[in-house]
């Protein structure tokens, strides 16, 4: 039985994020420089965005450039930028049949014109799809994000569109850039480290922490499938016992 049979589907994590950790580690092993670490790191996406599919995920999240990236050497960034280019100008026909949305977060502005051009093309050319939302995470970081909605919400408060009495989680999610994405259910890392790094912090509250060693290049489906089932073995309470879901769950069957 493969790892992709043995996933229970009724419980498929809906939305996972993943650190792509582990590029440059990857090529210095072997000898090359570090864009040949990130373009390897670009055929590991298009192989997870179909293994996603494969298992029914419907939210895929990956940090693709982080607003610490920029502190990189220029001639790095600049080689970064150029290769995303010219992923999501190739990539973007197969994106379109495989049904995939895409979507961004992140400082925008900040990203050359060249590639928020051809982002812009792409968000636009899958709007339709409907198999899996895969949302790029670039010139972004999660105190970035809060700063940005707490900023927000204030110059509401000043133009009395709300009072301090509206607010409250719910609303300060609505000001973030994940407005109307659930918030992953699984966080899964590359690479060997086991922080977050100023990823999703918020969203992140409740989900589940995958850690691998594999660098990220290496990391494919069946990596994906085992970050997965792991997911699955484990208990998730949100603060409760295990004793009250348990009941929980013997009260939803019933009632079936």
Request: overall charge negative; glycine content about 6%.
């Amino acid at each position: 039985m493969s790892l992709l049979e043995k996933i229970n589907n009724k419980r498929i994590p809906s939305h996972i994020a993943i650190i792509m950790d582990g590029n440059g580690r990857w090529a210095k092993e072997r000898g090359l420089n570090r864009a040949h670490g990130h373009q390897e790191g670009v055929v590991a996406v298009r192989k997870i965005v179909e293994a996603a599919i494969q298992a029914h995920v419907k939210f895929l999240t990956i940090y693709a450039f982080s607003t610490e990236n920029w502190n990189r050497p220029d001639d790095e960034v600049d080689a970064l930028m150029e290769l995303m280019v010219h992923a999501i100008v190739k990539e973007t026909p197969d994106l379109i049949k495989q049904g995939v949305r895409l979507l961004t977060i992140g400082d925008y502005e900040r990203l050359p014109n060249k590639t928020k051009t051809a982002l812009n093309e792409c968000i636009t050319q899958t709007k339709e799809g409907s198999s899996i939302t895969l949302i790029l995470a670039l010139s972004y970081s999660s105190k970035w994000e809060i700063t940005q909605a707490v900023k927000k919400m204030m110059g509401d408060i000043h133009n009395n569109q709300l009072t301090s009495e509206d607010l409250n989680e719910e609303l300060l999610s609505d000001y973030l850039s994940t407005k109307g994405i659930p918030d992953p259910d699984l966080l899964i890392r590359t690479g060997g480290e086991k922080r977050i790094s100023n990823f999703l912090l918020w969203q992140l509250a409740y989900a589940e922490l995958y850690f691998t060693d594999t660098y990220w290049p290496d990391f494919r489906e069946e990596h994906l499938y085992k970050a997965i089932c792991n997911f699955q073995c484990r208990e998730r309470r949100f603060g409760k016992t295990s004793e009250q879901i348990e009941k929980e769950q013997r009260d939803k069957l019933n009632n079936l």
